[in-house]
């Protein structure tokens, strides 16, 4: 049964119990014995312990030498606790997390040390029509990943440029397993490692894979993947996902329910337009590879539909001389892919889409559209919208070293800045660097009329 309702007993549950902290209390504890306070003190407390004992009275300038000796150390104690403190704990400002203004000025005077400041210049979120999530948790998270560590590691493809890298092949493998599809469709398949990692999730089903060129031919180059329980509708067979006469394909793979299909989009085309077409077609699940911020990539994408002033988050403004352009400006210096407010908005100030553009087809088609039509636009994602779930970077910067995606326009990582002690356990430090390059928000929507 395909559903993102809790319960999925292959992934255990709900367990949101960090693992690290209690390594890393057991190893403080096991110092313990190791720890004596100085001998002078030592010998303070046990001459005024002898001198109880004995009832005798203790001379004054011992006494005060004592004194002295234990507020000093005392003193030792606080500093260590504070910088333990200071060291485990992560900031905590009066600030709503998602109001791009209220952080930008927050966060411009840590800008200079640049930490990694996820979602500090807001994460538009669609809405969905009862405001219903995901039911896995950041837990279930955590324990897919070191499940999935050593099968990525078996990859086919092992350098996977212009596919996917880590973040977006964790996040499919992670979401066909849990939901659990009796059928799986693939939109963009390029030399086949989404087809794999499809494979891997679901070892028995049936998969659709549509590609206007077929995985094989690359095989003559170098390594590709090409799955022997898959209908390939590419090269001379390739229809395009929004042409194909779905009732008919499914019955022909033993599947009347559109709820129990799967589809995976990695075509680069326009989000509206698939999720209208997936609409009428009566499929219920999609999950969309590249969904990118405003102001980026080469198709309109749910991100952007999203991306509104009245939502919690979105909107921007392109004043030149205000805090989104000023903190834009230094953010640029660190990541690849963050914008300039001048690559941000076009003519007449338009930042919606891609500089008021909504852009299909990799970029080989765009349009100009008003801010009234991207407006209706996310008023109608919003009227179909069950559930919208942006899968959350792996981990933060400090420890994959990615320097592309701007964490200030993405949810907190699963494994946050910091905890090095986890992402080493979870095997990720094993992985190059390069694979963490690649995140762009990779969405799961469920869907209905
Ligand atoms: C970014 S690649 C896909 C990467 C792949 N999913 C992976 O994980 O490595 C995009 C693919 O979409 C294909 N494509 C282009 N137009 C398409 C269409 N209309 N329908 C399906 N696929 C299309 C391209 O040929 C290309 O193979």
Redesign the pocket.
Known sequence: MLSSRRGAPTIGGGDEEDPTSTADASSASAEEPKTHPPATLTACLASYSRSLLSRSTIPPSFSSHCLAISLFVAFLFSLLALSLLLRFTRPVPCIPPYDPLARSVHFTRRLEGLASDFGSLGVPWCRSKQGRSVDWTPGDLIKALEEFVPIYETRPIQN?M???GFDHSFGLWFMARWLKPDLMVE?????G??TWVLRQARPEVKIIS????HPEKYLKKGPAYVDPNCTYFAGKTFV??GSVEWRKVLVQHGVKDFSKVLVFF????NELKRLKQALKAGFRHLIF?DNYDTGTGDHYSLRQICDQSYVRGGGHSCFRDGDEARIRSKRKKFWDKALEIDELCGKEEAWWGVRGYMRDDFNHSNKAISYAEHFQNSRFVESVLNVYWELPPVAGPSLTHQTRYDPARATDPIVEDGRYALFQRLGLGKLDSSVFNGYTQMVYVEISP
Do not use: C, I, T, V
């Open positions: 996977n212009y596919g996917m939109s963009g398949a390029f030399k490692h989404s549509l590609s206007p060129r395009d996902f990695d075509d680069h085309q590879e």
